[in-house]
């Protein structure tokens, strides 16, 4: 057993407990199987310690005897009896010396946060109004489904004192401008980040911009204020022409990627392109992920790439199961992909999944899918506080004003933990994904205790895949270090 989480290897010595052959069946009556799982991808073995995070790199026969002593059927039985009494022994013995058998129930502690949590992640729409029309848009076409209009600067005083009062201990913020599109408001973008400077003095603090933008607007002022200030954009682009202006028109009904492709070029010419990101929402019939990522890549010259697939109510563009199965298949071509760059020594740079390579090394344990609601909030065009930009729009779960901070819905988001939502307190996952994402299913009209399939099994997914990738990188001894790769603090920060 090589045990893959925070790359620690571990050589096991074989004996017997206390002197004696002890079999499955005395082991199932008598002893306890911790909380495990087990999987196989592309040739490995994995087994993981569901309650530590704690996962390793094993022979199939370690598997075989553990989904044995899981199982309350014979459905394992003929596997594991064709294994001889030396060898499974071995196993029984190392399960145990890596804590997967105990002698004892297990008791597992539950992770606790501190409730009064700062917010050290905002999102400040300055914008309620786009030049596009996105067909998949959570946004309402950037209306949110109310009046079209913008921030004013009254309001973005008031967000702004807001953010940094109640940041106490925090010396470091990240503030992502958003919309609709947030560049239909130059001015109150130029005005907020020239205030930023000024309020970094003041606090004695360090505020990192971002901006989310499609990328169709741009002039000489606003490409040296992003030079000036070191802001980071994140682009959305979906692929090439085809796909992107598929479900991207402008409001009169003509090519965006047009406008977009020469803004971009002229961006990674004046700016740093680490910290240009582009970001892709795979549609609806559009599932060959690996063809995107390279037009990223290869035609744009994009460092990085972030995806991810269309999910939500909207029929005509959110993703179906047949759609999700065809996605895996790619993304299984993208992790391989991935590997081989490793093994060259070489960088490919693809979102969320790098970061959960990262994350599943070091054990990540999760209790929540995001910050929503904790150390991440958005704030609408007139100041109230939402949990994240998703549920903008939806007054059920407005959990403040900048005018007076948080009121007693935020507490809705630090119970929805893993251990008070039915299903995720008993899935493998749960420290993993933390429950994932919460908005989807609140989109489609149901409640934050409630899930969306297909967002579990995104999920599990990139839980699975990252985990053989970070078995790879132990086995392989690749290098492998997130804080080496040739993008900006940005990318860390947005997608972390």
């Given at each position: 057993?090589?045990?893959?989480?925070?790359?620690?290897?571990?050589?096991?010595?074989?004996?017997?407990?206390?002197?004696?052959?002890?079999?499955?069946?005395?082991?199932?009556?008598?002893?306890?199987?911790?909380?495990?799982?087990?999987?196989?991808?592309?040739?490995?073995?994995?087994?993981?310690?569901?309650?530590?995070?704690?996962?390793?790199?094993?022979?199939?026969?370690?598997?075989?005897?553990?989904?044995?002593?899981?199982?309350?059927?014979?459905?394992?039985?003929?596997?594991?009896?064709?294994?001889?009494?030396?060898?499974?022994?071995?196993?029984?013995?190392?399960?145990?010396?890596?804590?997967?058998?105990?002698?004892?129930?297990?008791?597992?502690?539950?992770?606790?946060?501190?409730?009064?949590?700062?917010?050290?992640?905002?999102?400040?729409?300055?914008?309620?109004?786009?030049?596009?029309?996105?067909?998949?848009?959570?946004?309402?076409?950037?209306?949110?489904?109310?009046?079209?209009?913008?921030?004013?600067?009254?309001?973005?005083?008031?967000?702004?004192?807001?953010?940094?009062?109640?940041?106490?201990?925090?010396?470091?913020?990240?503030?992502?401008?958003?919309?609709?599109?947030?560049?239909?408001?130059?001015?109150?973008?130029?005005?907020?980040?020239?205030?930023?400077?000024?309020?970094?003095?003041?606090?004695?603090?360090?505020?990192?911009?971002?901006?989310?933008?499609?990328?169709t607007i741009m002039n000489e002022n606003l490409l040296k204020l992003i030079?000036?200030?070191?802001?980071?954009?994140?682009?959305?682009?979906?692929?090439?022409?085809?796909?992107?202006?598929?479900?991207?028109?402008?409001?009169?009904?003509?090519?965006?990627?047009?406008?977009?492709?020469?803004?971009?070029?002229?961006?990674?010419?004046?700016?740093?392109?680490?910290?240009?990101?582009?970001?892709?929402?795979?549609?609806?019939?559009?599932?060959?992920?690996?063809?995107?990522?390279?037009?990223?890549?290869?035609?744009?010259?994009?460092?990085?790439?972030?995806?991810?697939?269309?999910?939500?109510?909207?029929?005509?563009?959110?993703?179906?199961?047949?759609?999700?199965?065809?996605?895996?298949?790619?993304?299984?071509?993208?992790?391989?992909?991935?590997?081989?760059?490793?093994?060259?020594?070489?960088?490919?740079?693809?979102?969320?999944?790098?970061?959960?390579?990262?994350?599943?090394?070091?054990?990540?344990?999760?209790?929540?899918?995001?910050?929503?609601?904790?150390?991440?909030?958005?704030?609408?065009?007139?100041?109230?506080?939402?949990?994240?930009?998703?549920?903008?729009?939806?007054?059920?779960?407005?959990?403040?004003?900048?005018?007076?901070?948080?009121?007693?819905?935020?507490q809705k988001f630090f119970d929805r933990t893993i251990y008070n939502r039915?299903?995720?307190?008993?899935?493998?996952?749960?420290?993993?994904?933390?429950?994932?994402?919460?908005?989807?299913?609140?989109?489609?009209?149901?409640?934050?205790?409630?899930?969306?399939?297909?967002?579990?099994?995104?999920?599990?997914?990139?839980?699975?895949?990252?985990?053989?990738a970070s078995a790879v990188i132990v086995e392989e001894e690749l290098d492998?270090?997130?804080?080496?790769?040739?993008?900006?603090?940005?990318?860390?920060?947005?997608?972390?």
């Amino acid at each position: 057993m090589v045990r893959c989480s925070a790359y620690f290897n571990k050589s096991v010595e074989i004996f017997l407990w206390g002197g004696k052959m002890i079999n499955l069946e005395e082991v199932k009556k008598d002893k306890f199987l911790i909380d495990c799982y087990t999987f196989t991808h592309n040739g490995m073995n994995i087994l993981l310690d569901v309650n530590n995070s704690n996962f390793y790199s094993v022979k199939k026969e370690y598997c075989d005897v553990v989904d044995y002593l899981k199982s309350n059927d014979s459905a394992h039985d003929d596997t594991v009896q064709s294994y001889d009494e030396q060898k499974i022994e071995k196993i029984l013995q190392d399960l145990t010396d890596f804590g997967f058998i105990l002698d004892q129930n297990p008791v597992y502690e539950k992770i606790t946060i501190d409730e009064y949590k700062e917010v050290i992640n905002l999102v400040i729409n300055v914008s309620h109004n786009c030049n596009l029309r996105c067909k998949y848009c959570f946004a309402a076409t950037g209306s949110y489904n109310g009046k079209r209009d913008l921030m004013n600067p009254e309001i973005a005083d008031k967000t702004l004192e807001w953010f940094l009062k109640q940041a106490k201990k925090s010396k470091v913020l990240n503030l992502n401008l958003f919309g609709g599109e947030p560049l239909v408001n130059i001015p109150l973008v130029e005005y907020i980040v020239k205030r930023c400077k000024d309020l970094e003095e003041e606090y004695e603090k360090k505020i990192y911009i971002t901006i989310s933008t499609n990328g169709t607007i741009m002039n000489e002022n606003l490409l040296k204020l992003i030079k000036d200030y070191d802001i980071g954009l994140q682009i959305s682009i979906d692929g090439d022409k085809e796909i992107h202006d598929a479900n991207r028109p402008t409001a009169n009904n003509t090519s965006s990627y047009d406008l977009l492709v020469e803004n971009v070029k002229m961006l990674l010419s004046e700016v740093d392109n680490s910290g240009l990101i582009p970001r892709a929402t795979i549609a609806k019939g559009v599932t060959d992920v690996t063809y995107i990522v390279n037009h990223m890549l290869n035609d744009l010259k994009f460092k990085c790439v972030a995806f991810t697939p269309a999910l939500g109510s909207n029929k005509e563009t959110s993703y179906s199961q047949e759609d999700l199965d065809e996605y895996f298949k790619k993304y299984d071509e993208l992790v391989e992909i991935f590997l081989s760059k490793l093994r060259k020594g070489e960088e490919f740079n693809i979102y969320p999944f790098t970061t959960e390579v990262d994350a599943v090394s070091k054990g990540i344990r999760r209790i929540y899918g995001c910050g929503a609601g904790l150390g991440f909030s958005s704030i609408d065009i007139k100041g109230n506080i939402y949990p994240c930009m998703r549920f903008i729009g939806n007054e059920e779960y407005i959990i403040g004003n900048v005018e007076y901070g948080f009121n007693n819905k935020r507490q809705k988001f630090f119970d929805r933990t893993i251990y008070n939502r039915k299903k995720c307190s008993t899935c493998w996952a749960r420290h993993l994904c933390g429950g994932a994402c919460v908005a989807v299913q609140v989109e489609c009209g149901e409640t934050l205790e409630s899930y969306n399939p297909l967002v579990c099994q995104v999920a599990k997914r990139m839980a699975e895949l990252a985990m053989y990738a970070s078995a790879v990188i132990v086995e392989e001894e690749l290098d492998f270090d997130m804080h080496k790769l040739t993008v900006n603090d940005f990318v860390r920060r947005r997608f972390s």
